[in-house]
């Protein structure tokens, strides 16, 4: 994701995942047509500091400049080889929890946040078994995804007071 993915749509921050570069190289991919989406900034993420960690990007550079880039490969490759290790170093690496959780997570975590269904699939990515009418109309508000998006709650981050957009050195190398 490039930082001119972050959009501000309707008076809310937004990450507009996509597969086409504004201005920056187009190295970015989406599997499917339902991938392809806006989704409002969660309110823990401004919290941390992301708008003023964003301001510090070059336009047309990486969201995230300091992930290492596997020549031919995905740059998602060279974080899924970052994960495990660190989840070690977290103490969180656990059987059957790799990158691929956090989507399984955030899924369960739409279904207790009580988030109606067609919402859950919109922010999501996800096609589900949808008829023709679904296609009807251009989808759902920005203001109703983010007031959606921010029904969600980790209680397990409630008393973390990390800032993750203003990462010790030591805490993200990799």
């Known amino acids: 994701m490039n930082a001119e993915d972050i959009l501000e749509l309707d008076g809310v921050l937004c990450?507009?995942?996509t597969d086409k570069a504004i201005h920056g190289p187009n190295d970015k991919n989406v599997k499917t047509a339902a991938s392809e989406r806006?989704?409002?900034v969660h309110k823990r993420i401004l919290d941390q500091n992301f708008t003023e960690y964003h301001s510090t990007l070059p336009k047309a550079g990486k969201l995230f400049p300091d992930l290492p880039k596997i020549e031919g490969a995905y740059l998602s490759h060279a974080f899924s080889k970052y994960f495990p290790q660190f989840l070690t170093r977290c103490n969180a690496r656990e059987e059957r929890t790799s990158f691929h959780s956090f989507r399984h997570n955030f899924r369960d975590a739409m279904r207790n946040a009580g988030i109606q269904h067609d919402v859950a699939l919109a922010l999501g990515g996800w096609t589900g078994n949808r008829g023709v009418e679904a296609s009807y109309g251009r989808g759902y508000s920005v203001s109703v995804l983010s007031n959606a998006l921010n029904m969600i709650c980790y209680s397990d981050l409630e008393g973390c007071n990390k800032t993750i957009f203003g990462i010790k050195?030591?805490?993200?190398s990799y």
């Not at 050195?169 to 993200?172: G, I, N, P």
């Open 38 to 40: 806006v989704v409002p």
């Open 169 to 172: 050195e030591s805490d993200a």
């Open 15 to 17: 990450f507009h995942i």
